[in-house]
């Protein structure tokens, strides 16, 4: 009798794992059914009404460093970076170009073999650019690693670009100022300028007298949230000559922090006096659009005379925070001196079609369902 009870209690259980190992392998089925949806599906319709006279593409993202804190330590988060690799190649239109904002890998790959930097060039670079997209790159703060054995920050700060320009050179244009290129860099595509300064630059000489503010000031790595007066030059001589018909201005770090890296002071606002010197250059040259990350969430803001916290600034533009495609998403609530129109916890990937006088954006989860959407116009200040 016991061994029939026992024969009957062991056919139940072998059953239950067999129906939980099949709802596990529908559950999975059905996640990677949801995110191998081609992810030209938004638009392979007709984009819009004008949809012919568009007259390019482009991506923007950034932050994909793994969780370096966590036990065991990850240095990228390779699988939905993976991802979204693959949904860019098979947008429709094609991207012409893709703007990755920094934050590849965590700042312990540096001393980690550099395992995770391969990955993200094999995950992500290679197959970017065997398509026939361009990449652009731009340096984060992780390029920095606090183990490095310099004493002067000047060396460090040389090292930084060192590391980053063995790296992730990519399709970055050369004529940045002399010791920053590859770092700081402009080029024009179609009716758009871009351009982009390294914020993680030693300041010395002139820029001393900035340093003033102690309690403003970051302690431990004074070059970093920082664009120094050669890279400050370099930008409005390079806006200045601009003749485009929109100017998009990219860095790691926002101009203005919207939340996550707004009391830790990881950010411009580290350095008040040389934030307002970016502002008014940005600003007086008449920037349309200004992408950061660094903040791993997902906002828009308008900055200008509408919003408290910018009200003095001599114009107006859209400042977008594309914060993370798959590095540890942030929780914190966004500050409550800036008027914010979207803020989200969100991994995104910002698509943006230009067109002769707008400029169309959408920002696209893993899954390719869109998170938010706006446009620039031409004159639109």
């Not at 062991?10 to 190992?21: A, H, M, P, R, T």
């Not at 770090?253 to 307002?276: M, R, S």
Request: charged share 25%; net charge positive.
């Amino acid at each position: 009798m016991s061994k029939n009870w026992f024969r009957t209690l062991s056919c139940i259980f072998v059953l239950s794992l067999i129906v939980s190992g099949c709802s596990y392998v529908e559950k999975w089925f059905n996640f990677k059914q949801t995110v191998q949806r081609p992810f030209s599906a938004p638009f392979s319709e007709s984009i819009d009404d004008s949809d012919s006279e568009i007259l390019f593409r482009f991506v923007f993202t950034g932050d994909s460093r793994g969780d370096y804190k966590s036990t065991p330590s990850d240095d990228i988060s390779e699988e939905m970076l993976e991802l979204y690799a693959s949904y860019i190649i098979l947008l429709k239109p094609r991207p012409d170009f893709v703007i990755f904002n920094g934050d590849m890998v965590a700042k312990t790959a540096y001393r980690n073999d550099g395992q995770a930097i391969q990955k993200w060039k094999n995950v992500f670079e290679k197959p970017i650019r065997d398509s026939g997209i361009k990449l652009y790159i731009t340096p984060g703060n992780h390029v920095i690693d606090q183990k490095w054995p310099t004493q002067s920050k000047e060396k460090d700060s040389i090292q930084y670009i060192s590391e980053f320009r063995k790296y992730y050179l990519a399709d970055n244009p050369l004529n940045g100022p002399r010791m920053n290129k590859g770092v700081t860099y402009s080029f024009t595509h179609k009716n758009c300028h871009f351009v982009t300064v390294t914020s993680f630059t030693t300041h010395s000489g002139p820029d001393n007298f900035e340093l003033s503010p102690k309690k403003f000031v970051q302690k431990k790595k004074k070059f970093e949230y920082f664009v120094n007066r050669d890279n400050r030059v370099w930008l409005q001589e390079d806006l200045e000559t601009s003749k485009s018909d929109f100017t998009i201005f990219f860095s790691h770090c926002p101009l203005i922090a919207v939340g996550p890296h707004y009391k830790d002071k990881k950010n411009f606002h580290a350095h008040p006096l040389n934030k307002n010197k970016l502002e008014n250059i940005l600003f007086k040259n008449g920037v349309d659009l200004i992408l950061g990350s660094h903040e791993h969430v997902y906002s828009r803001t308008r900055l200008g005379p509408s919003n408290p916290l910018s009200s003095a600034l001599q114009g107006s533009a859209t400042q977008v925070v594309v914060g993370s495609c798959s590095a540890p998403l942030s929780q914190k609530e966004p500050r409550n001196d800036l008027i914010v129109d979207k803020y989200l916890s969100e991994y995104a990937i910002l698509i943006a079609d230009v067109f002769k006088n707008k400029i169309k954006c959408k920002a696209i989860k893993f899954d390719g369902k869109t998170i938010d959407a706006f446009t620039i116009y031409k004159n639109h200040k």
